[in-house]
């Protein structure tokens, strides 16, 4: 109902690419500007990426060129295409309804050396 699935995480090496997906409710989805964030162990939750209801997107400057994030409003989902990948991205990534500040459980992301 109110909640949301994200998908595509795993481990790759340094450079490699990765797409995560989060599938929402219709609605939850149609009202909401959806963003991205990740968490780092012992580290605080970042914002990454976010899109707005008409497509507009806002990256954080650690990923501007490497990540981009899109949403198919027919599938409900949103995606986020990781290119580049650095250690530094290694992190569990979460989806979030903004207005509603629903989240998903979250999907593991890790990048070797």
């Known amino acids: 109902q109110v909640q949301l699935v994200e998908s595509g995480g795993g481990l790759v090496q340094a450079g490699g690419s990765l797409r995560l997906s989060c599938a929402a409710s219709g609605i939850i989805f149609k009202v909401n500007t959806m963003g991205w964030y990740r968490q780092a162990p012992g580290k605080q939750r970042e914002l990454v990426a976010i899109i707005s209801k008409v497509g507009s997107t806002n990256y954080a400057d650690s990923v501007k060129g490497r990540f981009a994030i899109s949403r198919d409003n027919a599938k409900n989902t949103v995606y986020l295409q990781m290119n580049s990948l650095k250690p530094e991205d290694t992190a569990v990534y979460y989806c979030?309804?903004?207005?509603?500040?629903?989240w998903g459980q979250g999907t593991q992301v890790t990048v070797s050396s």
């Open positions: 979030n309804a903004e207005e509603g500040d629903y």
